[in-house]
């Protein structure tokens, strides 16, 4: 019923900046909530950022001052800003939006497929 469709990873430099998209689709009524969260190797996955549907926002302790999130809620899509990177933040990012669907009763939260994010010289 909703696909969720990331874009943006890479390779980049320390200090370097990146941009990633997640892109919401299908038959979505509303969208509550959207985040980012990631995961690197052999670590839980860790919430990154998280937006309301109203714009308000949420960031870990790490990210805080180098990374912005934002949506656009005409097109269903939820960024995030990477600024100033670090090789601690190489992971695999994740976004999330918690979903009511058309024909449903309640809100379901849906992932993306997960998106390379590797920092390094």
């Known amino acids: 019923q909703v696909q969720m469709v990331e874009s943006g990873g890479g390779l980049v430099q320390p200090g370097g900046s990146l941009r990633l998209s997640c892109a919401a689709s299908g038959s979505i009524f509303s969208i509550n909530a959207m985040g980012w969260y990631r995961q690197a190797p052999g670590k839980q996955r860790e919430l990154v950022a998280a937006?309301?549907?109203?714009?308000?926002?949420n960031y870990a302790d790490s990210v805080k001052g180098r990374f912005t999130i934002s949506r656009d809620n005409a097109v269903n899509t939820v960024y995030l800003q990477m600024n100033s990177l670090k090789p601690e933040d190489t992971a695999v990012y994740y976004c999330?939006?918690?979903?009511?669907?058309?024909?449903?009763?309640?809100?379901?939260?849906?992932w993306g497929q997960g998106t390379q994010v590797t920092v390094s010289s």
């Open positions: 937006i309301t549907s109203v714009g308000t926002t």
């Open positions: 999330n939006a918690d979903c009511l669907a058309y024909g449903t009763i309640q809100y379901t939260l849906y």
